[in-house]
Structures are given as C-alpha cells and as structure tokens.
C-alpha cells in the first residue's frame, strides 16, 4: 500500500539480498541527520549537524550494547537526493545478519521501516520524477538482458515523458488563449486566430497519435498466456479464480477436494488476454486407484500437465494453513521454469504465525507475495495488475514504453487523442470556445494521468506496490 505520509523518516535495507562484499542501509526523511547525530559517529569528529552539502565520510555506527560497526556514510543534508529530502547511504560488509542490526539501529533512533518502493514514491511526490519515470526505475531493477535495460533507461531519461510534457505545456498555452479570449471577448485585444488554434491541435494530435502507433506496434504473442492456479485442497483457488473473473465458474464448498477437473476462464484488458486456469488441490494419491481414487489420480494428472504448459504457476496458500502447506510451496509445477507467484488467499482470517515466518524467507523478486481475501476482495485488484504486468513482460516488444508503462497509460493516451480530435471538431464547425476548451481540459486531464499530475491512491498502490523494500 503506497503511503502519501513523506513527513517522517524511512529506512530500509538497500542492497540485494545474500552475503556480499558491500551491503547498503538506506534513509530518507526530515530527521535524517538527527537520527544519525544518535548512532554514527564520523572519522573527522564534526557534528553531522554542520555539514552543509553532500558529503561521504568514513565512520562508525553504534550498535546494540555500543558496538562499534564501520562502515562509509553518504550524506544528503538537503534536498539535492534522490526524493529531494534529506537522505543517506551506510555502506559496510555485505552480512545480512549485520544489515538487519544497522537497520534495527536506524529504526531505535527514530527511523522506521520503509514500505515497498517508498524512496522512489517520494521521488515521485517531490517532482523528481514523473510517474512514467517512477515505472522505469522498477524495469531499470528488473531489467533481464540488455534490451530490457536500454528501454528502462531511455524512459527513465525522459523518452516517453519528454513528448509528453511538450504536447500538455502545448495544450495548457492553447487553452490559456481561449480562456482569454472568453474572459475579455469585448476588449479589443488580439487573440489566437482560428488557423493557428487549428493548427497547434492538429499537431497535438498527430503527435498523440504517433505515440499510440508506437504503443500498437507491440509485438502480442499469437498464443495466449497460460496461469495455473495451484495449492493444496481447500487453499482459496476455487473463490480466487472466482473473483479474479468476475463471476461463479468454479464451484466452491467447505468440502476439500471439489475441484477434480480443471475449469478455465479468461481475462482481457488492453489486448491482453490470460487464460485463467482452476485445477484440483495437490494430493498424494493412493498406491491402489479405484472409483474415486482414480478420479482423483486423473485429477492430479490434468493439473501437472496444466502446470507444465503454463507461463506461470499461481501458488495458493490459505492465511490459516498448516506448516505443511509450505513444505514443497516453491517445489510444485517448476519443471518448466514458469514464472511463479505466492497467494495469501482467506486473509479475512487470522494469518498463522508459521506462515508470516514462511513468507520472510520468500525472495519477492523471484516469487511476489501477494496478499488476497476473496471474501473482502482484499488484493483483488493489485493481484489483476500483477497477472498483466507478467503478461506484458512475458511477450516481446519493439515499443520504446516498459510494460508497466505500457498497460497503464493506453487507455488514458487514448482518450486524451479522442478529446482533442473533438477539439478540433468543434474548433472546425465554429460552434463555441468554450466546447473547444472544454474537450482541451478533458484531453489534459487523461494526459495528467498518464504522467502523474493527477493520481489516485489505487494507482500509486498499483505502481509502487511492484517495487521491493529498499527502493
């Protein structure tokens, strides 16, 4: 969930997880300093209070009962850092066990722990970055060969934001000239002449309508993309593919075992489409199959040869499960080297101790962990963003827009193009300015969307929430 409070201080860890070399405390927040004037004490002996510029400095922070662990600080007293407030960076030995204290340190001395992609949400509500830049610092993270990173690192630089921004500073001046001419219609002042408004919407337009192209000529793969729910019985499959679908496909009981054949059912959105797919709980059959047991046995069969088939492998785990639904989590369906999700589903219950503890050891880089209550529709959402941001990545791409971008930003690009072709209309038939601008305010509000100018909560939760701890 991304939080808009930016008036206290963060602090996470920032490098990868493992032993390494060089391990990475990160910070942000008004009483950085402050919290580091309590447990880090500089080589040079100065207050950190003093420094006035961007610094790095060698020292020691003090742990539990004072231990010394050294380590170099990167010090941002102002607002020249990454989410223009003040920041820093303790680098010391890369041990995870020794990063947890530092982190634990930070937090004793009024820090607390950052949320997922809380640094770059700051960036993004300071104005460093626009929100199609805020996506591309995620594709940047999770860049998989060097086109992936080309493509992050041109739209973090401003590639689709650039255009962007000069079509919406284009629209605002031609609607700043309408305004006056509406407000002084009898001083006599000489206002934009009807060619010239046509002409700035008109280039408005093609340019809009070039960027669209772009988007359109994303490659889509001519085979659907395939995702496996699996889990043991009575996980939550039946009522999650439910939900995600919209409506009851797949029946659904107290009673383990319902599901013996596997029920399928798609979602679109923006041309993508995913083959939903609900198979029969993982079951050890027995050695002697008959009647129902042979059902079952047929069951297990249709739902390892689901799972090999699939682009990703869905892994249901209800909030209240026994440890031993966590045993072979990660080893269920992985012959094919599908992608892979964990699903808390039922969390409209208690969460088990045993399973908080299994998740702390799930990297969310390799397999996210999404949290879900079919009842309460609880991460409903954030999980259908998920699933077509898999989608997306899974299929090549000559667009110069990353996928979370892409997915996002379509419809809204869209209906910008279609309110200013009515501009243009209404500017061609004469039939008022104040039609004109009203279709210019409603092509710059879908515009704001795309860019971050105008947000919501749920689309900064979208955004954000893909992000690890840490960035």
Same mark, same amino acid.
């Given at each position: 969930?991304?939080?808009?409070d930016i008036d206290?201080?963060i ?5 990868p ?10 910070l942000?927040?008004p ?5 580091l004037e ?6 040079h002996?100065?207050?950190?209070? !003093? ?10 922070l003090?742990?539990a009962?004072d231990?010394?662990? #050294?380590?170099?600080?990167?010090l941002?007293?102002?607002?020249h ?10 680098h010391?030995?890369?041990?995870? #066990? ?7 340190t930070?937090?004793e ?12 949400l700051?960036?993004f509500?300071?104005?460093r970055?626009?929100?199609?830049q805020?996506e591309a ?22 590639g689709?934001?650039t ?9 605002i ?6 305004e ?5 219609a009898?001083e006599d002042?000489?206002?934009i ?5 046509l ?11 070039s ?21 043991l ?15 009851s496909?797949?029946i659904?009981?107290?009673?383990a075992?319902t ?11 923006s041309?993508?489409?995913i083959?939903?797919?609900d198979?029969?709980g ?7 199959e008959?009647?129902?047991?042979e059902?079952?046995?047929f069951?297990? !069969?249709?739902r390892?040869e689901?799972?090999?088939r699939?682009d990703l492998?869905?892994h ?11 045993e ?6 992985r ?7 964990v699903?808390?589903?039922q969390?409209?219950?208690s ?10 050891q799930?990297d969310?880089r ?5 949290? !879900? ?7 409903i ?10 989608a997306?990545?899974s299929?090549? !791409? ?5 996928g979370s971008?892409?997915r ?13 072709q009515?501009a ?10 104040e039609l ?5 305010r409603h092509a ?5 969307c ?10 900064l939760?979208v ?6 701890i840490g960035k």
């Amino acid at each position: 969930m991304a939080s808009m409070d930016i008036d206290d201080t963060i602090a996470a860890i920032a490098s990868p997880a493992g032993a390494s070399e060089r391990g990475i405390v990160r910070l942000s927040g008004p009483d950085t300093v402050d919290c580091l004037e309590k447990c880090f004490t500089a080589n040079h002996d100065r207050s950190l209070k !003093t420094q006035a510029t961007a610094d790095a400095m060698e020292g020691q922070l003090h742990l539990a009962a004072d231990l010394p662990l #050294p380590g170099r600080l990167l010090l941002w007293p102002d607002n020249h850092s990454y989410t223009r407030q003040p920041s820093a960076e303790f680098h010391t030995t890369g041990s995870a #066990p020794l990063l947890q204290l530092a982190l634990t340190t930070f937090c004793e001395s009024g820090a607390r722990i950052a949320r997922p992609g809380e640094f770059t949400l700051r960036a993004f509500l300071s104005g460093r970055l626009d929100l199609t830049q805020a996506e591309a610092v995620l594709a940047v993270i999770d860049a998989k060969d060097q086109s992936d990173l080309r493509l992050s690192l041109d739209q973090l630089a401003g590639g689709l934001a650039t255009p962007l921004t000069t079509i919406r500073n284009d629209l605002i001046a031609i609607l700043a000239e309408l305004e006056a001419q509406l407000d002084f219609a009898d001083e006599d002042i000489e206002f934009i002449s009807d060619s010239l408004l046509l002409g700035k919407l008109t280039a408005a337009s093609q340019q809009l309508d070039s960027i669209i192209a772009q988007i359109s000529e994303r490659h889509v793969s001519e085979e659907t993309f395939t995702a496996v729910l699996t889990g043991l019985p009575n996980a939550g499959k039946s009522s999650l593919f439910n939900r995600l679908l919209g409506e009851s496909r797949a029946i659904v009981t107290n009673v383990a075992g319902t599901t013996t054949d596997y029920v399928t059912g798609e979602l679109t959105r923006s041309g993508v489409t995913i083959q939903l797919i609900d198979t029969a709980g993982v079951e050890q059959i027995p050695t002697i199959e008959t009647g129902s047991q042979e059902i079952q046995a047929f069951a297990q !069969t249709q739902r390892g040869e689901r799972i090999e088939r699939a682009d990703l492998c869905i892994h249901c785990v209800a909030a209240d499960a026994p440890i031993e639904a966590f045993e072979d989590l990660l080893n269920t369906g992985r012959s094919n080297n599908a992608a892979s999700i964990v699903v808390i589903t039922q969390t409209d219950r208690s969460l088990a101790t045993h399973v908080q503890a299994a998740l702390a050891q799930i990297d969310p880089r390799s397999s996210p962990v999404l949290i !879900t209550s079919s009842l309460t529709s609880e991460g409903i959402d954030q999980l259908q963003e998920t699933l077509f941001q898999i989608a997306i990545d899974s299929q090549s !791409t000559d667009s110069p827009i990353v996928g979370s971008t892409l997915r996002r930003t379509s419809d809204s690009l869209g209906a910008a193009a279609k309110s200013v072709q009515l501009a243009i209309q209404a500017a061609l038939a004469g039939i008022g300015e104040e039609l004109v601008a009203a279709e210019i305010r409603h092509a710059l509000e879908h515009l704001g969307c795309v860019v971050g100018t105008i947000y919501t909560d749920d689309i900064l939760d979208v955004v954000f929430g893909q992000f690890c701890i840490g960035k």
